[in-house]
T-cell receptor, first 113, second 114 residues
Framework: SQQGEEDPQALSIQEGENATMNCSYKTSINNLQWYRQNSGRGLVHLILIRSNEREKHSGRLRVTLDTSKKSSSLLITASRAADTASYFCAKGKGGTSYGKLTFGQGTILTVHP | DTAVSQTPKYLVTQMGNDKSIKCEQNLGHDTMYWYKQDSKKFLKIMFSYNNKELIINETVPNRFSPKSPDKAHLNLHINSLELGDSAVYFC?????????????FGPGTRLTVL
């Protein structure tokens, strides 16, 4: 199966609520990154967390990484309609893998006004 | 001022044809990538060039040939197009070739093979 399974595949919430998306992976990583993709657009980098970090924040985004469980989560607090998009996690593998990122299938987030 | 641009945005063609997609970045980055996103939204890397040198070459049919005339451009040529080549192709760039370098994506080229 693909590296990096996102869960849930789709999430529908009301504006103001928090949204949590999860990502699991199978092999060791150097870092894990989260990207957002608006409909019909390219991906936009949100945040990177390294394998020796446990938590990072950026504005309304909070990312956690649990290497023992090989999982990460992205929390968007106080969601807005503009947060509606697909969210992907991407794994930067260990070893000399240059910029090779392995993406999951993504979580489709819909925030209703 | 588009950072990473791709042309064309849409491409509809018949099976067996040869087509090219062009990518340009004006960020001064050293590394460029091609990704394929299938109908289920899986995004897979195909190629990467660093300063015009091929550094990532995934298991891609040899009908796909990337060309980097300079570090600001990375084109993708596809020979003998097949139905399964229908997808959205994304170009991306990053400052360096490290796995921690942020990648900046273009808007994508939607290829439909009939």
């Amino acid at each position: 199966s693909q590296q990096g399974e996102e869960d849930p595949q789709a999430l529908s919430i009301q504006e103001g609520e928090n949204a949590t998306m999860n990502c699991s992976y199978k092999t060791s990583i150097n870092n894990l990154q989260w990207y957002r993709q608006n409909s019909g657009r390219g991906l936009v980098h949100l945040i990177l967390i390294r394998s020796n970090e446990r938590e990072k924040h950026s504005g309304r985004l909070r990312v956690t990484l649990d290497t023992s469980k090989k999982s990460s989560s992205l929390l968007i607090t106080a969601s807005r309609a503009a947060d509606t998009a697909s969210y992907f996690c991407a794994k930067g593998k260990g070893g000399t893998s240059y910029g090779k990122l392995t993406f999951g299938q993504g979580t489709i987030l819909t925030v209703h006004p | 001022d588009t950072a990473v641009s791709q042309t064309p945005k849409y491409l509809v063609t018949q099976m067996g044809n040869d087509k090219s997609i062009k990518c340009e970045q004006n960020l001064g980055h050293d590394t460029m990538y091609w990704y394929k996103q299938d109908s289920k939204k899986f995004l897979k890397i195909m190629f990467s060039y660093n300063n015009k040198e091929l550094i990532i070459n995934e298991t891609v049919p040899n009908r796909f040939s990337p060309k980097s005339p300079d570090k600001a451009h990375l084109n993708l040529h596809i020979n003998s197009l097949e139905l399964g080549d229908s997808a959205v192709y994304f170009c991306a760039s990053s400052q360096g070739k490290s796995r921690t370098d942020t990648q900046y994506f273009g808007p994508g080229t939607r290829l439909t093979v009939l």
